[in-house]
């Protein structure tokens, strides 16, 4: 499998959930908010044998030319965004989601940014995301998973085409799932929010941005240790350094 880490940059995030770009040749962390927390927005493509993958979609943002980041890091790759067969998500918070679909300022309508594509998706995590109860999530950007039939709802535990393993984690969300990518004797892992970083892997600890933080902990303990056993090669959505680590 071939894995491409999507960044769309580095950015600092506080308590208003707005995130901000950060220049790590010149800026300082210590002159943002208090409590700020400094993350890479990276979305991955991952090709196998059957599909073109993207994991998560990132924040939405155009360039100048009113391209979608995500199309442009994509076609830097070489890859078509036409051509991508499926679209997994963690879960729908907005620096995940915005990307998911792109509003047409003339038509004023929008659009699936992979329309060639079906989107993962747990059921309870897309109910929660349209329902407005949480300013977590970008309404706009995901209400079309509603409207279309290229979405695939999954619930709990299941496999997708004999090699897609998905499995409900919580933790971040009250519904966030992961994903195992296995082909070749090789497992791909994903495991969103609940795994974002590998400093967080290493280092046992609770965070309070977590809907419980303490069962995101205890997760990414077994992750970690199941990941050495089975030589995993973990995807990590918001690690300024490493996007991605193997264990050999």
């Known amino acids: 499998m071939k894995i491409i880490p999507l960044s769309e940059g580095s950015f600092t995030v506080d308590a208003s959930k707005k995130f901000i770009p950060f220049d790590l040749s010149t800026d300082n962390i210590k002159d943002r908010p208090a409590g700020s927390l400094l993350v890479e927005v990276q ?8 599909d073109i993958l993207v994991l998560d979609t990132g924040l939405g943002f155009t360039l100048p030319d009113g391209t979608l980041q995500i199309h442009h890091n994509l076609m830097q790759a ?136 303490k069962l995101a902990a205890d997760t990414r303990v077994k992750w970690w240790k199941q990941g050495e056993q089975e030589a995993w090669k973990f995807l990590f959505y918001h690690d300024v350094k490493t996007p991605v680590f193997a264990f050999n």
């Open 43 to 50: 979305p991955f493509a991952v090709i196998t044998s059957k």
């Open 78 to 213: 070489g890859i078509n965004p036409l051509d991508v067969t499926k679209v997994l998500m963690s879960h729908l918070h907005r620096d995940h989601a915005g990307g998911i679909s792109k509003e047409d300022s003339v038509l004023q309508k929008r659009f699936l940014s992979f329309p060639n594509a079906t989107y993962v998706v747990n059921k309870q995590e897309l109910e929660i995301a349209v329902s407005k109860l949480s300013k977590s999530y970008a309404f706009d950007d995901v209400r079309i998973l509603t409207e279309t039939d290229k979405v695939m709802l999954v619930e709990s535990t299941g496999v997708i085409d004999g090699y897609i393993h998905y499995e409900w984690t919580g933790a971040h969300s009250p519904w966030h799932q992961a994903f195992w990518i296995k082909e070749n004797n090789e497992t791909v892992f994903f495991g969103g929010d609940v795994a974002p970083q590998l400093f967080q892997m290493k280092t046992k600890f609770i965070t309070k941005y977590d809907f419980d933080g």
